[in-house]
Structures are given as structure tokens and as C-alpha cells.
């Protein structure tokens, strides 16, 4: 297996640490005795290994604990050999005596080496396992909307805080006005492109947020109308499950006579999921964990957006509707 640029970084920089603070104790004992090997500090040690990764490592299976603590054993065992090593270079020792000291006899060293291996080739027993390291998140200050100061918005404070949306890497949006209806009078004066209509409006404003990877406006039939994205999702992909979360948590619901939810707001290990709906869409939002509460106003705002714009669709179609049943009329 081919170990990451990253972890392999971070495991010789623990090793050189391992390796220098012996020196700097050696040759004093601090209170121990010189040790000789024996079969019982062995057990103890693969002991002692075995529950450190039963503890921390509770995705392996039992044969990959294993190689686990058959790892953090060579791993110490090479960290006492290289150890008895530089002993030999620094300070005039014959190279069997060092090595002997550096493996299993000298206390301060060994013991040091023991309690470490484990915790040092930890990142690279998360990546055969597929876990990741949590990420400390910066902690963002909550606020909510009754704290908002007055005449401000969250756009205001999106603003003060360097999140606008020339400041993030927004990718091109691709359009399908044949999905959402689009009429001649919504494309582009070129005609290549079409604007901006009130569906791309609400997820392009929810996009300048900085936590948000992803948000759809989907229809009743779980087909996305329009999308925003950053990195590698599929928004085609999480359109139909908007409808599935709202359909499950109904059934729930149903049964304590509550009703349908309005919004879902999900907290996940290092996610945060939000479903909104109305009669005929629903929003769903993928962001960051610790997303801050003013993405719960964007979210708000955004529905009544879509709201305004489909009253306004809607009131022009019946105006028309109505000229053309006047006009048919007349003749």
C-alpha cells in the first residue's frame, strides 16, 4: 500500500521526536534500571497495543487489528534499533550494547517508544480503514435572526465577514429552461445564454455562503429545477432524496398527529443537511457542520424568493391566458 505524501510526513516528524528526546535524557536512567528482555514485557507490550487499537480503532476488522499491533510493534522495534544507532555514533558505545539498550534496555527510551507507536501510525491505520481525521472547524458565532442589528441583512453580514460571491470560486451553472419552464423572454439578449430566473436566483444567493457545498430547488416529482455546486456532487443525484427525507419524517410524524415538516434541519459528523419545502418544490442545502445560523436565514430568504417569483409566473400566465381568451372573443 502507498502511503500519502501527508501521513508519511506526519509519521517522521513524530519518529524524529521519538528519536531526539532519548538522546537528550541519555545516558541518565531517571530512577529506572537497565531492563533485559523477557517473554512477560513482550506480552504486556502486544498487550498493551491490542487494547489501544481495540479502543481507537473500532472500524477494523479483526485481522487488520492485528496488523495493527503487529505494526506498532516493528514500528517500536525499528525506533529502538535506530536509536541504539545514533547511541553508538554519539557517544562511543559498541553497537551490540547500544542496540541492546535502544530495543529492551533502556527504560526511559523504550517506555517512551511503547506508549507512542500506536498513537504515531495512527493516521495511517485511519486511512486503510477509510476514517478521517476530525477537522477543527473554526467555530463561528451564532446569530440569530432576532439578534440581527437593525436595517441589516444577511447579505450585510456576509459582506463584513469576506463571504460575497466574487470572492468564491463559483463554477459556471448550466441551465435547462425546458425543465423549468423558461420563455423567450427570460434568454440572454444574445441568445446563448439565459438570465439568471428566480430558482437560479435563490440557489446562486445561497451559494455565496461560504460553508454551502450544494443547494437544489427540486419539483414534486423529485427533478431538480436549478442547482449550485462546489467540488464533485451531483446534484441530479441528491434531488430525489429532498423528497424522501420530507416523505419519511411525515410518516413519523403522522403518527403523533403533527403534520408534515415544513423544514428538516439535519446535523451530521461533519455535514449539516437542510430540506425546506412548499407546495409544489423543495430546497435542500448541503453545508459545512458548524455552519453559522445566518445560512438558516439565507435559506428562508431564498423560499420566499422562489415564492415571489412563482406568483409573479403565474400571474403573468394568467394574464395572458386572459388576453388571448379576450382576443378570441372579440373576434
Known amino acids: 500500500m502507498q502511503i500519502p505524501e501527508r501521513i508519511g510526513r506526519l509519521i517522521l516528524l513524530i519518529t524524529l521526536v521519538l528519536w531526539i528526546v532519548p538522546l537528550l535524557l541519555f545516558p541518565e536512567r531517571l530512577g529506572t534500571q537497565v531492563m533485559r528482555v523477557s517473554v512477560w514485557f513482550v506480552g504486556l507490550e502486544l498487550l498493551y497495543y491490542a487494547c489501544v487499537v481495540l479502543v481507537s480503532q473500532r472500524g477494523m476488522t479483526a485481522m487488520s487489528r492485528f496488523q495493527a499491533v503487529l505494526g506498532s510493534f516493528v514500528y517500536r522495534l525499528a525506533l529502538g534499533i535506530v536509536f541504539g544507532l545514533l547511541v553508538t555514533v554519539m557517544f562511543d558505545m559498541g553497537w551490540r550494547a547500544a542496540l541492546t539498550l ?78 423549468h419552464g423558461g420563455s423567450a423572454s427570460e434568454q440572454h439578449p444574445s441568445g446563448n445564454q439565459p438570465e439568471l430566473n428566480g430558482f437560479d436566483r435563490a440557489t446562486r444567493y445561497i451559494g455565496e455562503h461560504g460553508s454551502v457545498f450544494m443547494a437544489v430547488v427540486v419539483d414534486y416529482e423529485g427533478l431538480p429545477l436549478s442547482s449550485f455546486k462546489r467540488g464533485t456532487l451531483n446534484p441530479d443525484d441528491w434531488a430525489p432524496l429532498s423528497l424522501l427525507f420530507l416523505d419519511a419524517n411525515r410518516r413519523v410524524l403522522d403518527r403523533t398527529r403533527l403534520g408534515a415538516p415544513d423544514r428538516l434541519d439535519l446535523t451530521l459528523k461533519d455535514k449539516r443537511l437542510m430540506v425546506a419545502r412548499d407546495q409544489q418544490y423543495s430546497l435542500l442545502v448541503l453545508a459545512e457542520r458548524l455552519s453559522d445560523d445566518t445560512l438558516s436565514i439565507r435559506v428562508s430568504q431564498a423560499m420566499e424568493m422562489i415564492r415571489r417569483y412563482m406568483t409573479e409566473r403565474f400571474a403573468a400566465k394568467q394574464d395572458i391566458n386572459a388576453e388571448k381568451i379576450h382576443v378570441s372573443s372579440a373576434e
Open 102 to 179: 535502544g530495543t529492551f534496555g533502556y527504560l526511559p527510551a523504550v517506555l517512551l517508544h511503547i506508549a507512542a507507536a500506536p498513537f504515531a501510525l495512527r493516521p495511517l491505520f485511519n486511512e486503510v480503514t477509510g476514517q478521517k481525521e476530525p477537522r477543527r472547524a473554526q467555530v463561528r458565532p451564532s446569530l440569530q435572526r432576532e439578534n440581527l442589528p437593525a436595517g441589516m441583512t444577511s447579505i450585510a453580514i456576509s459582506k463584513e465577514r469576506g463571504i460575497t460571491s466574487e470572492s468564491l470560486p463559483i463554477p459556471p451553472l448550466e441551465y435547462d429552461n425546458r425543465r
